[in-house]
């Protein structure tokens, strides 16, 4: 890269990705049982990390979803229970998750660190 690594970088991608996350475990405690983890992790990448990426690792990424078990499979890997355990093990942790992913865009908005390479 033309740019020396930086530790700030680091944490804006992990921070980018944290709003990737929260955007797609909202959508699994909300979607009803039918619902295709693939298009829910789909729709969570493209409100958040696709902006980010080239048109290539868009198209390997959204070809990778394709890869995710059933929602309901999913909800059961979670190893907290049944599906609807998981639902509301995820209705307790994602106010923790947007409360840091809150925090830590205030401060890079604040310095303007937002826009770093």
């Not at 996350?21 to 959508?27: A, P, R, S, V």
């Not at 907290?80 to 947007?98: D, K, N, R, T, Y």
């Amino acid at each position: 890269s033309r740019h020396p690594d930086s530790g700030c970088r680091t944490v804006l991608r992990l921070h980018r990705a944290l709003r990737w996350l929260q955007l797609f475990l909202e959508g699994l405690r909300t979607s009803p049982e039918d619902a295709r983890t693939a298009v829910l992790c789909t729709d969570s990448y493209n409100a958040s990390l696709a902006a980010y990426h080239p048109w290539i690792i868009r198209r390997a990424v959204t070809v990778a979803f394709c890869t995710l078990p059933t929602r309901k499979v999913f909800l059961e890997a979670m190893n907290v229970g049944s599906p609807q355990q998981a639902v509301e093990m995820l209705g307790e942790a994602l106010p923790f998750i947007e409360r840091v992913y809150s925090v830590s865009q205030e401060l890079y908005a604040k310095h303007s660190l937002l826009d770093l390479p």
